[in-house]
């Protein structure tokens, strides 16, 4: 079982930044894929971003340039680095751990809301 606990989230001028945190309660190495989602109101859940185990990442075209994931082993962290923000941008941001081995699990953090002001 893994733990996903996000923080970073809260309230952003428009332009501005804010960097995003997920703490997985063990190590991160087994996990294949790292991502971070979003939801906005009366939207779907999107992926934002997705970081493999083997280093290849993957943007939503609307993010593309603006944001960026990493992710870090040793501190069991993964990352979203969020620049030049917009309002369209508000939304609660949900990190996610994909596990592929022994068998298939997606783990979810709780969330944490990032709303940008106009």
């Known amino acids: 079982q893994v733990q996903l606990v996000e923080s970073g989230g809260g309230l952003v001028q428009a332009g501005g930044s804010v960097r995003l945190s997920c703490a997985a309660s063990?190590?991160?190495?087994?996990?294949?894929?790292l991502g971070w989602y979003r939801q906005a109101p009366g939207k779907q859940r999107e992926l934002v971003a997705a970081?493999?185990?083997?280093?290849?990442?993957d943007y939503a075209d609307s993010v593309k340039g603006r944001f960026t994931i990493s992710r870090d082993n040793a501190k069991n962290t993964v990352y979203l680095q969020m620049n030049s923000l917009k309002p369209e941008d508000t939304a609660v941001y949900y990190c996610?751990?994909?596990?592929?081995?022994?068998?298939?699990?997606?783990?979810w953090g709780k969330g944490t809301l990032v709303t940008v002001s106009s």
């Open positions: 996610n751990a994909a596990q592929t081995f022994p068998h298939l699990v997606n783990y």
């Open positions: 063990r190590n991160i190495v087994s996990i294949s894929t």
């Open positions: 970081i493999r185990s083997g280093g290849s990442i």
